[in-house]
């Protein structure tokens, strides 16, 4: 058959079918290409793309997992980022699987908090008597904070009224 010549059908249910094969075969062809690119794409996950450490706590790193089919490509990843325990705040460590021409990244938030409160030591006795119209007389305090150290600066004092 030449490239001029026409397809000639015997008959319109013929025709239908053909035109039913051409479908049937691009789709099946568009979910190959489809398939074949999703497999052949590298694929980097997180065990977990958020975390919370106490300040001073030592980070290990979490587990993930970068493969191509069955191939597995860890040692293809790179962690970049810095992230400093002693210091409350928010971090962003980017992990990267460089492979071929891929390059995927994956952040992992990382919220550094001190949950700890200050404690706050008072002087003197753990009870005093005061009489009618006698001044009361703080014997003193410290503030320590497992952070910031000695706070003892940043208490505020509020006497109440002894007007009872």
Do not use: R
């Amino acid at each position: 058959m030449k490239k001029s010549e026409k397809i000639k059908y015997s008959s319109v249910e013929e025709k239908k079918f053909f035109l039913t094969i051409c479908i049937v075969v691009n789709i099946t062809l568009i979910f190959a290409m489809s398939l074949t690119a999703y497999l052949l794409t590298p694929k980097l996950k997180l065990e977990k793309e958020y975390i919370e450490l106490n300040i001073n706590e030592q980070y290990n790193k979490i587990e993930y997992k970068a493969y191509q089919m069955l191939k597995d490509l860890n040692e293809y990843v790179n962690i970049d980022g810095d992230l400093d325990t002693s210091e409350v705040g928010d971090y962003e460590l980017v992990y990267s699987l460089n492979y071929d021409f891929f390059n995927i990244k994956k952040v992992l938030h990382v919220k550094v908090v001190d949950n700890e409160s200050p404690i706050l030591t008072l002087m003197g006795n753990e009870e005093e008597t005061i009489c009618d119209n006698k001044e009361f007389k703080e014997a003193g305090f410290s503030a320590i904070d497992n952070n910031d150290g000695d706070i003892t600066a940043n208490v505020e004092v509020n006497y109440l009224d002894n007007d009872i």
